[in-house]
């Protein structure tokens, strides 16, 4: 395991909330203020990240992109040459199919992109490189289950990039060579804007599809501040995201997030 992805656990929630608390603990009774300080920020931190009413309100802040209305799918050729799946992890082993399989944010993608090409007759060019170096790789899971799932077949499979910024420059490589640059680009709708920024950045012409957004309003109790684990998960999502918008200009163009 690389030693920047214990880092990365470790000083970001829900790891720092963990520490925070582990810190209160042990300096409970030498700096006991200083303890409760960081036991409130460390249990409150936890209930903030588990209550889908803060989900909602952070999500709407990260999901910018537009919802793509059903009834421009028909017409989608006209705007665009292929659709493009972001590959979205895998689980590993599941028994009931003998092998690996997309992770529940891929497969959700997959089905939204199967409904796209059938609409729009587009062809599809999925993305995703091995998992700590594991074959099968994430497109080639997608392309199986778009085959036997959705009877629909990947023309192209990306099967080199671990990250959003390589998902855009190895799926240039691909597509330069058919003159195609206009693609309508399938992802989570709190993943769409880094996501398009990385394929402007290698000259694409976007035509954004989110699905799977987390902003809309959610029946739940007490107006979404009881805690659900879901919610903590969503969380996770969000923060990740948030913190990959600021690091990636940095770290592929050198100029801030516009």
Request: hydrophobic share 45%; with cysteine.
């Amino acid at each position: 395991m690389p030693i920047r992805y214990f880092f990365k656990q470790l000083l970001l929630p829900p790891g720092l909330f963990i520490v925070l608390i582990v810190l209160a603990w042990w300096l409970r009774a030498r700096r006991p203020r200083l303890a409760i300080f960081f036991l409130v920020a460390g249990v409150g931190g936890l209930w903030a990240m588990s209550s889908p009413a803060i989900v909602e309100r952070t999500a709407r802040l990260i999901e910018t992109e537009p919802v793509l209305p059903q009834d421009q799918w028909t017409t989608l050729q006209d705007d665009a040459d292929a659709i493009v799946i972001l590959g979205a992890g895998r689980e590993r082993g599941d028994p009931a199919y003998g092998e690996d399989q997309p992770s529940l944010l891929a497969a959700q993608r997959i089905s939204y992109a199967a409904a796209l090409a059938k609409a729009s007759g587009l062809p599809i060019l999925a993305t995703g490189g091995l998992h700590y170096g594991s074959p099968p790789s994430e497109a080639a899971m997608a392309a199986k289950m778009l085959s036997e799932q959705f009877g629909v077949q990947v023309r192209w499979q990306e099967t080199e990039s671990r990250t959003t910024w390589e998902n855009a420059q190895y799926t240039t490589n691909i597509l330069r060579s058919e003159n195609k640059r206009r693609v309508v680009l399938v992802t989570q709708a709190w993943h769409m804007a880094r996501a398009r920024w990385c394929f402007e950045q290698f000259g694409f012409e976007v035509v954004t599809a989110p699905m799977g957004f987390l902003s809309a309003p959610a029946d739940v109790p007490l107006a979404g501040w009881l805690p659900e684990a879901k919610a903590f998960w969503q969380s996770s999502l969000l923060l990740n995201e948030a913190v990959g918008r600021m690091i990636y200009p940095f770290a592929y163009q050198g100029t801030p997030w516009p």
